[in-house]
């Protein structure tokens, strides 16, 4: 196992945000304006709070404006990791540097892959921890947007969950994105043009105040619309993730840039903001339909990430 003696540091890059892997190690870069000190965490694969490093990151030669930003090199190519900030404690702030935080733009957290299997044990904490994978880039070759005009549009907006969780669905991968692509065509059957998702972001389903009035048991929440990572598709509706303690998104064979294929271009989002939805088009070109994400409908804010 890697210990801290096995990783050196390099100033990295303040751009992009999050943790982007490359032939000179892995760059971390966190937006935090008002944070005053900034540490690194890398810890296993399988998360924990027993980390393999701390690595504190120094205000000047870490810092770009509001980017506090570290090169890493001699990590693993899967491995889990957080920030712990600390900054003025005031009316308007938050900071813990005690608390374990998740990176705002991670696009994979750790411990999703089943249904309701992690509920958190502490309301002030997470057990989930953000995670990188380090994969073969995926090719989407010459795959391109529908551009159906929007006064031809069709809209059936659905919950990826619910819409084919029913054995009446008569799909093989009910509750996921694939059990989706699978009722395509008959969307297309019923003329839809455009579909809308309701949210497919990382989300705490377990985190519902509510009980079953009858049995007394907890309820999940089955919307999403409290998520923790705007940049993470929800590991627990794609079947394609392994049902370990990580749970590492595989989202390529999901979104396989081919007829009746869900196809994600670059996508604006603002994660502070509440994010409703992923748009999905169908069109026909040549005989072929073809579906592809188009937007994520928000409140836009001045400085949109786009991925």
């Not at 005690?98 to 044990?121: F, H």
């Not at 297309?188 to 007394?216: H, I, K, S």
């Not at 979104?255 to 009746?260: A, I, K, R, S, T």
Request: with cysteine.
């Amino acid at each position: 196992m890697p210990t801290l003696s096995t990783f050196t540091t390099g100033r990295g890059r303040p751009l992009p945000l999050g943790v982007t892997p490359g032939p000179d190690g892995h760059n971390f870069a966190l937006l935090c304006r008002h944070g005053t000190r900034v540490t690194l965490v890398i810890l296993p694969e399988a998360g924990g709070s027993e980390p393999l490093a701390e690595i504190p990151l120094h205000p000047k030669q870490n810092r770009t404006g509001d980017h506090w930003h570290i090169r890493v090199v001699g990590l693993p190519s899967t491995f889990c990791f957080g920030w712990r900030v600390d900054g003025p404690h005031a009316a308007h702030t938050r900071f813990d540097s005690s608390r374990l935080l998740l990176d705002p733009a991670s696009i994979m957290l750790s411990n999703g892959a089943l249904w309701a299997g992690t509920c958190e044990v502490d309301p002030q904490r997470t057990a989930r921890r953000s995670l990188s994978h380090r994969a073969p880039r995926f090719s989407w070759d010459d795959d391109a947007p529908p551009l159906c005009p929007h006064d031809s549009l069709i809209i059936y907006e659905l919950h990826v969950r619910g819409f084919t969780c029913h054995p009446s669905s008569k799909v093989e991968h009910p509750s996921t994105f694939r059990g989706l692509i699978e009722k395509i065509p008959h969307l297309q059957w019923l003329g839809v043009t455009a579909v809308e998702l309701m949210p497919v972001f990382e989300f705490d389903e377990c985190n519902c105040p509510f009980t079953n009035p009858d049995t007394g048991e907890k309820l999940v929440d089955f919307w999403g619309y409290n998520p923790v990572a705007f940049a993470a598709v929800k590991a627990a509706k794609d079947n394609s993730v392994p049902a370990t303690p990580t749970g590492v998104v595989e989202p390529a064979p999901v979104v396989q840039p081919q007829p009746g294929a869900i196809t994600p271009p670059g996508t604006e989002l603002a994660p502070p903001i509440v994010a409703r939805y992923v748009r999905v088009e169908v069109e026909a070109a040549g005989g072929d339909r073809r579906t592809g994400i188009r937007e994520l409908e928000v409140i836009r804010a001045p400085d949109a990430t786009a991925w």
